[in-house]
């Protein structure tokens, strides 16, 4: 299931009148529609002469928080980077202070995948790119081993849920 990515734009004429009285809007929406759709709320308004609006709410943001006055260009990108990666887009935002070239760029060179625990990609990892004989296998510590690639900056993770961590290279 997932959510819409939508804000809640509202007339700040009405808002410092005590009404409350906005729209929500689609921020996936290209900007050109979303300005049209928050220009015929404020052509509407119970204040008659209406030109400022803030964003009041948001849903589907993930773990970014929206800014009362983010610009609709900035809304509109970030919701399309959620749009592209549920879930976890919102999180890794919200990670790199809001910056989404930097998300953008460790979900395009930087993520390694999702994995049951830091442990799981430890060994696989391993296993993948080292010949570990068989006598020594059991005594490889692979929670250890990925408590120690994030402790030292190598990688860093972002959990969603119990099974579901996401791996990230630093480079």
Excluded at 135 to 162: C, F, K, P, Q
Aim: aromatic share 12%.
């Amino acid at each position: 299931m997932c959510e819409e990515i939508r804000i809640y734009v509202a007339d700040l004429a009405a808002y410092n009148n005590g009404k409350l009285y906005g729209v929500w809007i689609d921020a996936t929406l290209d900007p050109d529609e979303i300005q049209g759709q928050i220009n015929n709320m404020l052509a509407e308004s119970p204040e008659g002469f209406a030109e400022e609006y803030a964003i009041h709410d948001y849903e589907g943001f993930g773990g970014y928080s929206v800014s009362e006055y983010e610009g609709i260009q900035s809304v509109h990108e970030i919701a399309c980077f959620i749009e592209e990666y549920p879930g976890l887009a919102g999180e890794l935002l919200s990670h790199f202070g809001g910056h989404l070239e930097d998300a953008r760029k460790a979900m395009e060179e930087n993520y390694s995948g999702c994995y049951k625990s830091l442990t799981d990609y430890a060994e696989e990892l391993t296993e993948d790119t080292s010949q570990i004989p068989e006598n020594l296998a059991y005594y490889i510590d692979y929670e250890r081993m990925g408590r120690d690639m994030e402790l030292s900056g190598d990688i860093y993770t972002i959990e969603l849920g119990h099974g579901e961590v996401h791996i990230f290279w630093s480079r």
